[in-house]
């Protein structure tokens, strides 16, 4: 499956539909991301006041981003840093599963760290690349 049909579908996949099919590869990315780093920090502000169902509801949106961002990986084009993403997702979506079990905020805040990270170079790839074309390992 092409890079950006991957990502389409993955975006579809956490019901978000506006501007999907407008949208280029890259952006798509984006938008997954700004709707994970949305989520993460809801998920935080339900942990603080101790929501459960304010919790559950923003740990899960955001696992649900996170796997669509695993489903988008292109090993073929993306190689190690594919890999290393796939990993990185899957730590993401274990500590998630402990903040949740365990109601702890701090698995909350290191993924939100780490996958700000990876947000911010998804946000200055366009400014990079130009018109360049894009292998994507997302």
Known sequence: ??????????YRT???TSA????????????????????L???EGH??????QGKN????????IIVG?????????????ARNLDDLYDYAVRRLLKANLRNDIEPIQEIRGLLGEINGAWELLPSLLKDQPVALAS
């Open 1 to 10: 499956m092409a890079p950006n049909k991957r990502a389409m579908n993955a």
């Open 41 to 43: 920090a809801e998920a």
């Open 20 to 39: 999907v099919s407008y949208a280029d590869a890259v952006q798509l990315i984006q938008m997954l991301f700004n709707g994970l780093m949305d989520a």
């Open 69 to 81: 961002l695993k489903g988008s990986l292109d090993f073929e084009k993306g190689g190690e840093l």
């Open 57 to 64: 509801q923003s740990i899960g949106r955001a696992t649900k």
């Open 47 to 52: 942990v603080s006041r101790n929501d459960i």
């Open 14 to 16: 956490v019901g978000v």
